[in-house]
């Protein structure tokens, strides 16, 4: 099927224009679906160009969440719902207290079919909402915005700075409010859409990239994950539980049944069972140990291997 449009200007992809001699842009299901995938390959050649950036700040983050620090994230239209699905997953897959964790978004709501659009533009809000919050002093604050210029989010990342917080800017266009007025900027030129002006698209698989390593990276740096392995994640349902249990044993070289074991002894959480199916054959000896090592399983083994504890004690093996 092809479909037949006016002239929209300026519309290009990698540079071939999509308008035909006769005034008219034509476009079939493969052009279009082939001007989609170079706007994401464009989207995530922004993150990676952006991926110094990234990591600085995510070293911030994880110093601000070990100092007992908050983290909040907050955007406005598809790129706070980016935000909120980024923040959502991060208990279940970091363990992080999601206390911890809050969400802003115009009307204070995540459900995606309940945004009212033109909250965006109610700048009052968004310092409303980062007021609501108290003292920000000691928290970090990920504000996401397409064009940086939102009023409701650039009010809001305005408000939490003035309010102590460390403001972390994501958006696509250099110079912006947002950006401009972050602690910590990370720029994402993801380019033109494909799709004219639909930023959940290319702009939006560029935010979902750049929040997923901010975060990632984040966990990283605290700790949770070990050698590719989520070694903090909440195990709640049946999927996750046979998800930790393959962690134990490959970590600590034993068999499915003894990192079961291992698992019921240390209540389901991962990192201790790791220690336990090692050798260290009590929970409150696994604590211990992980409270040394700050909570770092990488440390927490190598300390036990100084101290003699090589992984051969009652737990190791089939």
């Excluded at 409303?128 to 064009?147: E, F, H, K, P, Y």
């Excluded at 809001?156 to 958006?171: D, L």
């Excluded at 770092?296 to 992984?311: E, F, K, Q």
Aim: net charge negative; hydrophobic share 50%.
């Amino acid at each position: 099927m092809v479909f037949t449009m006016p002239v929209l200007p300026n519309l290009e992809t990698d540079g071939e224009s999509w308008r035909g001699t006769d005034g008219v842009v034509m476009i079939d299901e493969a052009m279009f679906a082939e001007a989609m995938l170079a706007s994401y390959r464009r989207a995530i050649a922004s993150v990676a160009a952006a991926s110094a950036d990234i990591r600085a700040a995510a070293l911030r983050l994880a110093a601000i969440w070990r100092a007992g620090g908050r983290l909040v994230y907050a955007g406005a239209g598809s790129s706070g719902l980016a935000a909120a699905e980024d923040a959502a997953e991060l208990p279940g897959t970091f363990g992080l207290d999601e206390s911890r964790i809050a969400i802003v978004l115009p009307g204070g709501t995540a459900e995606p079919f309940r945004i009212d659009g033109a909250a965006e533009d109610d700048a009052a809000a968004g310092e409303r909402a980062m007021t609501g919050l108290g003292d920000l002093s000691r928290d970090a604050v990920i504000v996401v915005s397409a064009s940086g210029s939102t009023p409701f989010t650039v009010a809001a990342a305005a408000e939490a700075r003035r309010r102590g917080a460390f403001v972390i800017g994501i958006a696509h266009r250099q110079g912006s409010p947002l950006l401009v007025g972050a602690d910590a900027s990370i720029l994402l030129e993801s380019g033109e859409e494909a799709l004219r002006g639909s930023t959940r698209l290319a702009a939006g698989a560029a935010q979902k990239a750049a929040l997923g390593m901010l975060s990632s990276l984040m966990g990283f740096e605290l700790g949770h994950i070990h050698q590719g392995l989520m070694v903090n994640l909440k195990a709640d349902n049946a999927k996750l539980r046979e998800r930790a249990r393959g962690i134990v044993a490959t970590i600590a070289g034993v068999s499915d049944a003894k990192a079961e074991a291992a698992l019921r002894e240390a209540g389901g959480e991962v990192k201790p069972a790791i220690l336990i199916a090692c050798g260290i054959v009590s929970m409150s000896e696994a604590v211990t140990w992980l409270a040394a090592a700050e909570g770092r399983i990488d440390d927490a083994l190598r300390r036990a291997s100084v101290n003699g504890i090589t992984g051969e004690g009652p737990n190791k093996g089939a």
